[in-house]
């Protein structure tokens, strides 16, 4: 038998994660774990069920699932007013905690969960904002607790950040990982710092966008038309440190030194690493040594099979078109 996934916090992110698991043949639990009255408990109950409902009707229309299974994937997902969270918790083998971005109230909400739930559950903050180690204190089993932060929507998202804290067991963040590949998800694994790894990279793209719509680089359509169809179309095929390394980490150098000088901006700066890179000779493909090892590789097979894979891309997008003949 699967096990039971407990979900703390009946929002948008509970609702997400109990969709994936239910789509996965798991049996879920979401605990509304704020104090509300029988009747206002009921209303929110039956909003979760309809959002979830129309959640997988979605993922349907799209040709995700199949129409028939709508029913019994959305009858996998159970949820329960806080009065029922000593019953539900210890039932549970992974609780993930989805309550609001405070503080005071995720401590408090993870060490009245970590008690309930017993030294049995792996319990994982879905924060991105607070740090594992910073909610640590408040938990009953610290080995058994780190930080794993989906990106919204949950369902779609392939990618999950795992960030495991000073006191969290290596099995525990094991566990975790098999857990997660084992429903189709990609689990990374980074520090405990703020940010994590989407974040802090999305934070920047993000604020210059809005820089250069302030400065009359582009119209807003047209910058996003430039993120969707250059920016954001090779970054779906080479990670930005592998584009780095396909192309040399000497061109970035370059290029960063050029906008620094042009736009007068410091943050245009390569990090330090990019030139003691240079110095070591780890340029990138051309080197066979940049951030990733190309030693053994066959770089004219390796460059074709990612060039097919923009193809697919292309394709995915409507934008691949046959030659004239």
């Not at 991105?128 to 779609?156: C, K, M, Q, R, Y």
């Not at 392939?158 to 969290?168: F, H, Q, Y």
């Amino acid at each position: 038998m699967k096990p039971v996934i407990g979900c703390l916090g009946a929002g948008r992110m509970g609702r997400g994660i109990a969709v994936v698991f239910a789509f996965a043949g798991y049996r879920v639990v979401v605990i509304d774990f704020k104090e509300r009255e029988a009747s206002a408990f009921e209303a929110l109950a039956a909003d979760a069920r309809a959002e979830i409902r129309s959640t997988l009707d979605i993922l349907s229309r799209i040709d995700l699932l199949p129409a028939g299974l709508v029913s019994t994937i959305a009858e996998r997902i159970t949820i329960v007013p806080r009065q029922e969270a000593a019953a539900s918790l210890p039932r549970c083998d992974v609780i993930f905690e989805g309550m609001p971005e405070i503080l005071e109230l995720k401590q408090a909400a993870l060490a009245e969960a970590s008690r309930l739930a017993g030294e049995g559950p792996i319990i994982a903050s879905t924060t991105s904002t607070i740090l594992v180690d910073d909610l640590a204190g408040s938990i009953e089993h610290p080995s058994l607790f780190l930080n794993a932060h989906w990106l919204n929507p949950a369902f779609l998202v392939p990618l999950i950040e795992i960030s495991p804290g000073k006191l969290t067991a290596p099995e525990t963040t094991a566990r975790m990982k098999a857990l997660l590949e084992g429903i189709g998800k990609v689990p990374v694994v980074c520090a405990a710092r703020p940010g994590f790894i989407v974040p802090r990279i999305q934070t920047l793209a993000m604020n210059e966008a809005a820089r250069m719509v302030e400065e009359g680089v582009a119209s807003a359509e047209d910058i996003d038309k430039a993120v969707i169809h250059g920016f954001g179309f090779r970054f779906a095929v080479l990670g930005l440190l592998e584009f780095i390394d396909w192309g040399g980490g000497d061109i970035l150098h370059h290029a960063s030194r050029y906008l620094v000088e042009a736009l007068g901006d410091g943050r245009y700066a390569a990090p330090p690493i990019i030139a003691s890179n240079m110095r070591e000779g780890r340029i990138g493909m051309k080197t066979g040594q940049g951030f990733m090892n190309y030693d053994g590789v066959d770089q004219a097979a390796y460059r074709e099979q990612r060039l097919a894979a923009f193809v697919s891309a292309l394709r995915a997008m409507g934008l691949a078109r046959d030659p004239v003949a």
